[in-house]
């Protein structure tokens, strides 16, 4: 089964600073789909990026981009000029190529301060 | 276009009980995922219903069952409510679970919280 781990329970980050939140993953699949949700306190979960497994060009979004190490099974999410909007619960999640069950990692909460 | 909408938002049972939970898809979405969102955790996958027929189940017991009608719409049913059952209860639908990923759409979610 794949699992999705996220060691960080906690970041926090300056405003206007630069926060990288980590995930690895565990998977037999070579072809799969990597995403990072935003579930802010209104509990909306939110997409924020996505990654195809065969593509080797990093997914940038605006601010947001990833680091995607297929080998290390690495999945980062990098937010840059941070925002106090960007203060949420942050979960890394797996989807299979076949399948839409996502398989979603235990979170990372990070605070921006002003 | 409406989003992902659920009902109720907020839910007080007690053990033993039963519950249903009510989910519409957004506008052109034939597939509903369910998921279970303990506090401080990930969402759990419960199970998916493409075009009214169950497709794909996490490690969730029987009491955990659903529907999809034909407008795709979907109910998720607990019976014999546990106190673990306490969580938030989350819908997602897209256009289709085969071949190409698509983007799943969250609802708000529902709270239910068992006493």
């Known amino acids: 089964a794949q699992t999705v781990t996220q060691s960080q329970p906690e970041m926090s980050v300056q405003e206007a600073e630069t926060v990288t939140l980590s995930c690895t993953y565990d998977t037999s699949e070579s072809d799969y789909y990597l995403f990072w949700y935003k579930q802010p306190p209104s509990r909306q979960m939110i997409l924020v990026i996505r990654?195809?497994?065969?593509?080797?060009q990093n997914a940038t979004e605006n601010r947001f981009s990833v680091n995607f190490q297929k080998a290390a099974k690495s999945f980062s999410l990098k937010i840059s000029d941070s925002q106090l909007g960007d203060a949420a619960m942050y979960f890394c999640a797996y989807e299979e190529t076949s399948g839409s069950r996502l398989t979603f990692g235990e979170g990372t909460q990070l605070t921006v301060n002003p | 276009e409406t989003g992902v909408t659920q009902s109720p938002t907020h839910l007080i049972k007690t053990r033993g009980q039963q519950v249903t939970l009510r989910c519409s898809s957004q506008?052109?979405?034939?597939?509903v995922s369910w998921y279970q969102q303990a506090l401080g955790q990930g969402p759990q996958f419960i199970f998916q219903?493409?075009?009214?027929?169950?497709?794909g189940r996490g490690n969730f017991p029987p009491r955990f069952s659903g529907l999809q009608f034909p407008n795709y719409s979907s109910e998720l049913n607990v019976n014999a409510l546990e106190l673990d059952d306490s969580a938030l209860y989350l819908c997602?639908?897209?256009?289709?679970?085969?071949?190409?990923?698509?983007?799943?759409?969250f609802g708000p979610g529902t709270r239910l919280t068992v006493t």
């Open positions: 219903y493409y075009r009214e027929e169950e497709n």
């Open positions: 997602a639908s897209s256009p289709d679970p085969t071949g190409v990923s698509y983007e799943q759409y």
């Open positions: 506008s052109g979405h034939n597939t």
């Open positions: 990654q195809e497994a065969y593509k080797q």
